[in-house]
C-alpha cells in the first residue's frame, strides 16, 4: 500500500476513555488500641495530602494470625522514616496486618496512593478501608504481587475498591473509621515491606463523555502535523514514507482514566514493534511500554502495563520502530470510545 493512501485505518485508538463516579471503599476491623486520628478531605483541586508520613509508629498496630509472626520497626523512607513490616509464615497461610484507626469523611470520589519497597514472595497486598462501625471492609486486593526491591508508588481510586465483607452488603462509604495494610499468604514464606507517604487526594466527579481529542503526528503527507478528532470519532493518518521514527500523539486536555490501546492495523502496512507510553502534561513521558512481534490484525496494549490499575492520562503517544514493509507508517484511526464502560479494555 502506498503511504500516499490513508483510506484504510492501521490503527484504530486505543484508548477507551472512562471514567467512573467510583463507588467508595472500606476495610477489615479491629478493636481501636488508642485514640482515632481524624482527618478531613479537602475539595477537589486542591491535590494531595499526606495522611501518613510513617515518622512515628505510635498509630499502627500489628495483627497477625495464628502461625504467622509479624514485628514492626522503622527504617528509611522515601523522604525520612518509614514503617518496615517482617512476616513469616510458619504454616504456609494466613495474614498480617497493619491497622490505623484514621478516621475520615469520603468525597464521591478520591485517590489513595502510597510508596512501597520489600523482598518476599510473591503474596496478596491488600489495602482496606474500614467503615466507622468497624464491621464493614472495602479493599483494593493485588493478588500476588511481586514485591518491588526499589520504591514504587501505588495508587487507588474510589472506583478500584471493592466491597470485601460486612452486614452493609456492599453500601458506599460517605466516612472510614480505620484504614489497614495487610500481607496474605500466597506464595508464603518470610521477608519484609516497607511503607511511606500515605496520600489522600479527593477527585472531580469523573466524567464519562467522551473527550475532546487532539491529534498529533511526526510526519503526514498532506503536511498537517496536527488536527481534531472528527466528530465520527475516526482519523485515518498514515506518516510520510521519509519519516524513519513515526509516532501519533493524543491529547485529551485533561486527565482522564485510560483503559488501554486497541490497535487496528492494515492488511499489508502494519508495525511488527512498536511502544507506547503516556503522559499527564505532554512534556514528561513514561517509560515506553514495547509490543514486539506484531504480525497484524488487532492489538491490544491495556493500561496494567503502565503499572496502574487505569492510568491517568493527559497524552497517550504511540510510536513505530519496525514495520512490514518498506513504505512507511501505514495508516491508523484513531477511533474515539462512544460508550465507556468499566469493561472497556
Same mark, same amino acid.
Given at each position: 500500500?502506498?503511504?500516499?493512501?490513508?483510506?484504510? +485505518?492501521?490503527?484504530? /485508538?486505543?484508548?477507551? *476513555?472512562?471514567?467512573?463516579? =467510583? $463507588?467508595?471503599?472500606?476495610?477489615?476491623?479491629?478493636?481501636?488500641?488508642?485514640?482515632?486520628?481524624?482527618?478531613?478531605?479537602?475539595?477537589?483541586?486542591?491535590?494531595?495530602?499526606?495522611?501518613?508520613?510513617?515518622?512515628?509508629?505510635?498509630?499502627?498496630?500489628?495483627?497477625?494470625?495464628?502461625?504467622?509472626?509479624?514485628?514492626?520497626?522503622?527504617?528509611?523512607?522515601?523522604?525520612?522514616?518509614?514503617?518496615r513490616?517482617?512476616?513469616?509464615?510458619?504454616?504456609?497461610?494466613?495474614?498480617?496486618?497493619?491497622?490505623?484507626?484514621?478516621?475520615?469523611?469520603?468525597?464521591?470520589?478520591?485517590?489513595?496512593?502510597?510508596?512501597?519497597r520489600?523482598?518476599? +514472595?510473591?503474596?496478596? /497486598?491488600?489495602?482496606? *478501608?474500614?467503615?466507622?462501625? =468497624? $464491621?464493614?471492609?472495602?479493599?483494593?486486593?493485588?493478588?500476588?504481587?511481586?514485591?518491588?526491591?526499589?520504591?514504587?508508588?501505588?495508587?487507588?481510586?474510589?472506583?478500584?475498591?471493592?466491597?470485601?465483607?460486612?452486614?452493609?452488603?456492599?453500601?458506599?462509604?460517605?466516612?472510614i473509621?480505620?484504614?489497614?495494610?495487610?500481607?496474605a499468604?500466597?506464595?508464603g514464606?518470610?521477608?519484609?515491606?516497607?511503607?511511606?507517604?500515605?496520600?489522600?487526594?479527593?477527585?472531580?466527579?469523573?466524567?464519562?463523555?467522551?473527550?475532546?481529542?487532539?491529534?498529533?503526528?511526526?510526519?503526514?503527507?498532506?503536511?498537517?502535523?496536527?488536527?481534531?478528532?472528527?466528530?465520527?470519532?475516526?482519523?485515518?493518518?498514515?506518516?510520510a514514507?521519509?519519516?524513519?521514527?513515526?509516532?501519533?500523539?493524543?491529547?485529551?486536555?485533561?486527565?482522564?482514566?485510560?483503559?488501554?490501546?486497541?490497535?487496528d492495523?492494515?492488511?499489508?502496512?502494519y508495525?511488527?514493534?512498536?511502544?507506547?507510553?503516556?503522559?499527564?502534561?505532554?512534556?514528561?513521558?513514561?517509560?515506553?511500554?514495547?509490543?514486539?512481534?506484531?504480525?497484524?490484525?488487532?492489538?491490544?496494549?491495556?493500561s496494567?502495563?503502565?503499572?496502574?490499575?487505569?492510568?491517568?492520562?493527559?497524552?497517550?503517544?504511540?510510536?513505530?520502530?519496525?514495520?512490514?514493509?518498506?513504505?512507511?507508517?501505514?495508516?491508523?484511526?484513531?477511533?474515539?470510545?462512544?460508550?465507556?464502560?468499566?469493561?472497556?479494555?
Open positions: 500500500m502506498s503511504p500516499a493512501k490513508a483510506a484504510v +485505518p492501521i490503527l484504530c /485508538l486505543v484508548s477507551m *476513555l472512562y471514567a467512573f463516579a =467510583g $463507588a467508595s471503599a472500606s476495610a477489615t476491623s479491629t478493636s481501636p488500641a488508642t485514640s482515632p486520628t481524624s482527618a478531613s478531605p479537602a475539595d477537589p483541586g486542591i491535590g494531595p495530602r499526606v495522611l501518613e508520613d510513617f515518622e512515628a509508629l505510635s498509630s499502627w498496630r500489628v495483627i497477625a494470625s495464628d502461625g504467622v509472626t509479624a514485628r514492626l520497626s522503622p527504617t528509611t523512607g522515601v523522604r525520612g522514616a518509614a514503617l513490616l517482617d512476616f513469616c509464615f510458619e504454616r504456609g497461610s494466613g495474614f498480617c496486618v497493619l491497622h490505623n484507626d484514621l478516621t475520615m469523611p469520603l468525597p464521591p470520589n478520591y485517590r489513595f496512593s502510597f510508596w512501597i520489600g523482598e518476599a +514472595p510473591p503474596n496478596n /497486598l491488600e489495602f482496606k *478501608l474500614v467503615d466507622t462501625s =468497624g $464491621a464493614n471492609v472495602w479493599w483494593v486486593n493485588r493478588h500476588g504481587f511481586v514485591f518491588p526491591a526499589e520504591w514504587q508508588k501505588l495508587s487507588s481510586r474510589a472506583r478500584h475498591f471493592r466491597f470485601a465483607w460486612g452486614p452493609s452488603g456492599g453500601a458506599p462509604l460517605d466516612a473509621g480505620a484504614i489497614e495494610f495487610a500481607v499468604a500466597g506464595s514464606g518470610e521477608g519484609y515491606i516497607v511503607l511511606d507517604e500515605l496520600e489522600f487526594e479527593p477527585l472531580a466527579v469523573a466524567s464519562t463523555r467522551p473527550a475532546d481529542v487532539s491529534v498529533l503526528c511526526s510526519s503526514s503527507p498532506d503536511g498537517q502535523p496536527a488536527r481534531a478528532l472528527p466528530q465520527s470519532g475516526t482519523l485515518n493518518w498514515v506518516s514514507a521519509t519519516d524513519a521514527q513515526p509516532w501519533i500523539e493524543l491529547d485529551l486536555h485533561e486527565d482522564r482514566e485510560v483503559g488501554g490501546l486497541a490497535i492495523w492494515d492488511a499489508q502496512d508495525g511488527t514493534a512498536f511502544s507506547v507510553s503516556w503522559s499527564g502534561n505532554g512534556e514528561q513521558w513514561s517509560p515506553p511500554v514495547d509490543i514486539q512481534n506484531t504480525t497484524g490484525g488487532r492489538d491490544y496494549v491495556f496494567d502495563r503502565w503499572k496502574l490499575v487505569a492510568s491517568d492520562s493527559k497524552c497517550v503517544r504511540p510510536a513505530e520502530h519496525a514495520v512490514s514493509r518498506s513504505n512507511g507508517y501505514a495508516p491508523w484511526g484513531p477511533k474515539r470510545a462512544s460508550h465507556p464502560t468499566r469493561d472497556a479494555l
